[in-house]
């Protein structure tokens, strides 16, 4: 394989329409409602994106290495603007935290090419799917400020019992570390961020390694529309920033998406992990099922996205195809034959679907994976299989794959898919049963009775099933979680308002003089908590 095996498909500087790379001067980070310059070290954000002919990379920008007492100064901001929940944005009434949020929400679709822009050149995203993370974030917005209204409006009664009657609505918990991943560096991220400070809570925002420099344009929003201390954002190595903020023990909440023993290492690094409550979204090796009676070019199709949308790059990526032995010939001619003729290129080419991977290490990973399949029987079976330059990969199928194999069971995380042949559904079992991970699965069928098995056993092993349809998150309103070593928690719009919240209430015996004061704490409106407004 020549050492430049793609080079026809990188950055042609010397094109006449070819796009000029953006620079930030991310030297900067926002605490206690100020955003300040940055005096330290810094790192340069390196694009995947090569030029033609060269090994070097194009430098993006820059942003801070914080550690120690730099980021021990944004959690104080934020355990200020808490204050016990008596700071301002904690005890505000949440038609005031919604005006903020829609005043962030205004602003931020103004930034949205901007954002798209950058997440082209830093993460290799193609034009349309960065262009959908972002709208798909101002569309999360949307829907949680819906939501929030309509759980605060359920929330505007009392109750009746035993001699009590009591106001129950959900309180905020306190101080959030929020973290996302470098795949989607933006959406995810907000799917935590946007819940949390929502609901009352303040946040130390930390931004990830790859994916960084997507966050800087809204810096100045989360300034202007917030008051100070409500959102901290914080930047540097994970090693460096998360261990001297979790051992003070003031962080309430841990919102984290990333791997398991990351989030391990760090729920220890409390002192009182017990009073911590976490949000994990973790790994996963969601396999596909395909059954002999299958619709083959609705299976092709779907194992193809679900495989390689984003180059693989995704925890709810089909990571492992399993396919009956009877259909194993025909889906594999289909499969491989589709996949060789998918477009590779730079992420603004039109059609483009595979892309240079942002990981600078992840290339010699997932040669280490191949060489190890082929190593022990497996075959690369597609034509552009096991090519690499650089950080282009080409999509590399391995048949058959065994249980000997590293790519059996490890997580890729990149355009390289296993098959592996089946012949009785207890092999299916046996795989689910010994896998740590319990995120989604999808099954190909048209045999009712088979999919009806199928159903009531995977719903015990994963969190959600895709019949005839690719493994995804979304949409919004569903809930997003997982089993085992794949999440802690669970994410939709109604759902995390609820895991970034605690139910609190007010409750007084049925009696004259507490109706009396009851009442006229509600008919005056002295109480942010206390009251029976209805938002529209």
């Known amino acids: 394989m020549s050492a430049k095996e793609f080079d026809a498909l990188y950055f042609n500087q010397s094109s006449a329409d070819a796009p000029h790379p953006p620079f930030v001067d991310g030297k900067r980070y926002l605490v206690n409602g100020e955003i300040k310059e940055w005096k330290g070290a810094t790192l340069e954000v390196l694009s995947p994106i090569r030029a033609s002919g060269t090994d070097k990379p194009i430098v993006l920008g820059v942003y801070p290495m914080m550690k120690g007492n730099d980021v021990l100064e944004s959690l104080e901001s934020a355990v200020h603007a808490y204050n016990f929940g008596r700071g301002e944005w904690p005890s505000s009434t949440l038609k005031y935290r919604i005006h903020c949020m829609e005043k962030f929400l205004d602003g931020l679709k103004k930034k949205r090419d901007e954002v798209v822009n950058l997440l082209q050149w830093e993460i290799c995203k193609t034009l349309p799917d960065s262009q959908k993370e972002v709208d798909r974030t101002i569309a999360y917005i949307i829907d949680t400020i819906k939501e929030a209204k309509a759980l ?143 619709n083959i070019d609705i299976t092709v199709r779907e194992c193809i996205s679900g495989s390689l949308s984003f180059n693989g790059q995704r925890c709810t990526a089909i990571k492992i195809i399993f396919v009956h032995k009877d259909v194993r010939d025909v889906f594999l001619q289909k499969f491989t034959e589709a996949i060789d003729n998918l477009k590779m290129g730079l992420p603004w080419e039109k059609g483009v679907q595979i892309t240079p991977l942002p990981e600078s290490e992840k290339p010699h990973y997932l040669n280490d994976l191949i060489q190890d399949a082929l190593s022990k029987g497996s075959k690369i079976i597609n034509k552009l299989g096991g090519k690499q330059d650089r950080t282009f990969v080409a999509p590399t199928v391995l048949f058959p794959v065994t249980k000997e194999m590293r790519v059996y069971h490890e997580e890729q995380f990149g355009p390289v898919i296993p098959i592996r042949e089946y012949e009785k559904i207890s092999e299916l079992y046996d795989y689910l049963d010994s896998s740590p ?100």
Not at 210 to 217: D, N
Not at 504 to 529: P, T
């Open 152 to 294: 605060h409006n359920r929330e505007s009664t009392f109750t009746n019992d035993g001699g009590v009657f009591a106001h129950t609505r959900r309180a905020p918990l306190g101080v959030v570390l929020c973290l996302g991943p470098f795949n989607y560096p933006f959406n995810e991220t907000y799917t935590t961020l946007i819940p949390s400070i929502i609901m009352g809570n303040t946040v130390v925002m930390k931004l990830p390694r790859t994916g960084v420099l997507c966050h800087f344009p809204t810096l100045e929003l989360f300034r202007d529309c917030f008051p100070k201390g409500v959102v901290n954002v914080i930047s540097g190595s994970g090693r460096e920033t998360l261990p001297p903020i979790m051992s003070t023990g003031k962080i309430d909440i841990f919102a984290f998406i990333g791997t398991s023993s990351a989030a391990d290492q760090l729920q220890k690094a409390h002192p009182k992990p017990h009073r911590l409550r976490v949000c994990l979204g973790l790994e996963a090796k969601n396999p596909a099922i395909i059954l002999p009676d299958c």
């Open 437 to 536: 991970y319990g995120q989604q699965c999808s099954v190909f069928t048209r045999d009712i009775a088979l999919a009806s098995t199928l159903v009531d056993v995977l719903v015990n092993q994963v969190s959600r099933v895709n019949l005839n349809t690719q493994c995804q998150r979304g949409p919004d309103t569903l809930p997003f979680t997982g089993r085992k070593d794949s999440a802690y928690g669970t994410l939709s719009v109604g759902d995390a308002l609820r895991t970034f919240s605690i139910r609190s209430l007010v409750a007084a015996k049925d009696e004259k003089e507490s109706q009396e004061l009851v009442s006229g704490i509600i008919s005056q409106h002295s109480s942010n908590f206390l009251r029976l407004d209805y938002l529209f």
